[in-house]
C-alpha cells in the first residue's frame, strides 16, 4: 500500500461549484498534515496546513480524520484560478534520518470550467 | 516571509559532467533543507535532508556519493549531481522548514535539469 494515495483525476468542475478531495494515509503515528497546490512546471505552495480540530481559510476547508486516516479539502465557489494540482502532504515521524521530510501523495488534478 | 530561492532554474547539461544546485532561504535561518525530485506525473520524492553543520541525511535508494549535499550556512544547502546521466534529468526542489513548530516546509522554485 502506498504511504500517500490521492485520486488523481481529473476532475472537471464548473466555476462556482464546490469540490473535495480525499487523501489517505498509511502510516497511523503521522503527525503533520498539509495541502499544497502545484501549477504546472512549478513548485508546490503551501495551502493549508490541516490541523486535528480542522481549519478553515476563506473558500479553503481542510479536514482530518485521524481514525480513517485520510484528510480533506474542500472549495468552495470555485474560481477559474484554482485550477492547479493538489498535493497532499504528510509528515510520518519515523526514528532516524529524514524524520522532518514530507511524504507527498501524487497529486489531484482540478479543472475550472468557465 | 519564509521565501527560498534556487538557483539555476534551468540547465542542460551533457552525460558525464557534474551539476550544483542552489537553495538559499532569503529571509529565515533554516537549520535543516530538503532535497526533492519530481519525474513528469509523479509526486515529490523526498532525497535528502541537508542538516547545517552536519552530514545529509539519504533517503534509501538515493546514492550519496552521486548526489552530494553541502550545508555550510545557515542559509544555504546546494545539491550537486554528480556524473550525471540522462536518467537523473528531473525536476529538483529545495525546501526549508518555516519557525512554526508544525512543520510547514516552504519550496523553492525548482531547478529543471535535463541531461543529454
Known amino acids: 500500500r502506498k504511504e500517500v494515495e490521492q485520486d488523481p483525476g481529473p476532475f472537471n468542475v464548473p466555476e462556482g461549484a464546490t469540490v473535495a478531495f480525499n487523501c489517505t494515509y498509511s502510516?497511523?503515528?503521522?503527525?503533520?498534515f498539509f495541502w499544497y497546490r502545484q501549477d504546472c512546471r512549478k513548485e508546490p505552495k503551501l495551502l493549508m496546513s490541516v490541523y486535528s480540530s480542522g481549519n478553515e481559510d476563506g473558500r479553503f476547508t481542510a479536514q482530518l480524520n485521524r481514525a480513517s486516516q485520510y484528510i480533506s479539502l474542500l472549495i468552495r465557489d470555485s474560481k477559474l484560478s484554482d485550477s492547479a494540482t493538489y498535493l497532499c502532504?504528510?509528515?510520518?515521524?519515523?526514528?532516524?534520518?529524514?524524520?522532518?521530510?514530507?511524504?507527498f501523495g501524487k497529486g489531484t488534478h482540478l479543472i475550472i470550467q468557465p | 516571509g519564509a521565501v527560498v530561492s534556487q538557483h539555476p532554474s534551468w540547465v542542460i547539461c551533457k552525460s558525464g559532467t557534474s551539476v550544483k544546485i542552489e537553495c538559499r532561504s532569503l529571509d529565515f535561518q533554516a537549520t535543516t533543507m530538503f532535497w526533492y525530485r519530481q519525474f513528469p506525473k509523479q509526486s515529490l520524492m523526498l532525497m535528502a535532508t541537508s542538516n547545517e553543520g552536519s552530514k545529509a541525511t539519504y533517503e534509501q535508494g538515493v546514492e550519496k556519493d552521486k548526489f552530494l549535499i553541502n550545508h555550510a550556512s545557515l542559509t544555504l544547502s546546494t545539491l550537486t549531481v554528480t556524473s550525471a546521466h540522462p536518467e537523473d534529468s528531473s525536476f529538483y526542489i529545495c525546501s526549508a522548514r518555516g519557525d512554526s513548530s508544525y512543520n510547514e516546509q516552504f519550496f523553492g522554485p525548482g531547478t529543471r535539469l535535463t541531461v543529454l
Open positions: 502510516n497511523s503515528a503521522s503527525q503533520s
Open positions: 502532504a504528510v509528515n510520518p515521524l519515523y526514528s532516524g534520518g529524514g524524520a522532518d521530510g514530507l511524504t
